[in-house]
């Protein structure tokens, strides 16, 4: 499976509601539409490991020459059918039911529309094993080694697309567990860090889409078993 698809300038990924409180609470998760999930290898073994769930039913190689994708943050890749073009390795999307014409995570499960969430309310399905980008945003570490927000706009995508519209209000460092956040970043930058040393020895000798299930198997499979 791939795609090409044009995202913001804006951060990374996605959320969920952790407590009645969070900004995600009614939310209709702009976030798992408008962003592609960037996924480590890891992600990808707990995905198939814990949901059972083959690769090619929730991975998915983008086009990705601007960047806007990976965002400095995820490696890119290159195929031996189409060398030249780098490629960002991210879940897979499919069409909203409820904004027509838009994408959103195949993993974000709709719920209605009513007078009280006009945007409709969708949650993850799988939460306990979502990708590390997941758990990640909003939190960064600032300049000060200390837990932060990124930069949120008003829309993930360009246009004004309510299905894009991220976050109700503005997040506060209150909203975050500054223990769980460290720990996730520091996660996240290991095995990202895993994906680019990867990604460096597959753009040597670029091979076909087709085998990378099986690489990502053999490189991070058994290491996740230890
Ligand atoms: S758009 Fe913001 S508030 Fe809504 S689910 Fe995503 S992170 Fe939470
Ligand atoms: S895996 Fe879950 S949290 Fe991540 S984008 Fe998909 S629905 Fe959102």
Known sequence: MEKSLSTSDASLTILQPEANDSPCTGCHSGCCRAF????????????????????????????????????????????????????????????????????KCQFLKEHEKNDEHPL??????????????????????DEQNEIGIVNIPKFGRAGSNPAYQLCPRDWTTEDIDAEV??????????????????????????????????????VFGNAAQN
């Open 181 to 218: 956040a460290r720990r996730d970043i520091g996660n996240t930058a290991t095995e990202m860090q895993q994906m680019h040393l990867l990604a460096e020895r597959w753009n040597a000798s670029p091979r076909s889409w087709l085998l990378f299930p099986d690489v990502i198997q053999m």
């Open 36 to 103: 592609i999930v960037p996924l480590t290898g890891y992600d990808m073994i707990r995905i198939m490991t814990n949901l059972e769930l083959p690769f090619w039913e929730f991975v998915c190689r983008y086009a990705d020459e601007s960047g806007e994708i990976a965002k400095g943050i995820a490696p890119h890749f290159h195929f031996d059918d189409d060398p030249e073009t780098p490629f960002t390795i991210g879940l897979l999307q499919d069409a909203s039911t409820h904004f027509p014409e838009t994408q």
């Open 120 to 141: 409709g309310v969708a949650n993850c399905s799988i939460y306990e094993d979502r990708p590390m980008a997941c758990r990640l945003f909003p939190a960064r570490l």
